[in-house]
């Protein structure tokens, strides 16, 4: 079992930066890909980027290539999104996953374990 906690969410003017944190619980973190999705109302969750279990690969969203960046410290057992050049358009409440690693990391229920997930708002 892996239990995620998400923080570092927060309102912040367009071209801002953030950095999400992912804190997880168990021993087994480095085992497990890790992804951060986000959800907007009325819309499904949205994948935004993953990362492979020994941190070696990374994947991301077109709509956040080349301004957001995963990463994570196993020794830590945290994982990160670190968000540059926000734009208003990445509103949403922003949820750390981790699961198995699978090439359909796009696809939600491919991960087994979620965090509750963090607010973030870009004002214009």
């Known amino acids: 079992q892996v239990q995620l906690v998400e923080s570092g969410g927060g309102l912040v003017q367009a071209g801002g930066s953030l950095r999400l944190s992912c804190a997880a619980s168990?021993?087994?973190?480095?085992?497990?890909?890790m992804g951060w999705f986000r959800q907007t109302p009325g819309k499904e969750r949205e994948f935004v980027a993953t990362?492979?279990?020994?941190?070696?690969?990374?994947y991301y969203a077109d709509s956040v290539s080349g301004r957001f960046t995963i990463s994570r410290d196993n020794a830590k057992n945290r994982g990160y999104l670190q968000m540059n050049s926000l734009k208003p358009e990445d509103t949403a409440v922003y949820y750390c996953a981790a699961g198995r690693w699978s090439y359909d990391y796009k696809v939600d229920k491919k991960y087994d374990y979620w965090g509750q997930g963090t607010r973030v708002t870009v004002s214009s």
């Open positions: 990362i492979t279990w020994d941190g070696g690969s990374t």
């Open positions: 168990g021993r087994t973190f480095g085992n497990y890909a």
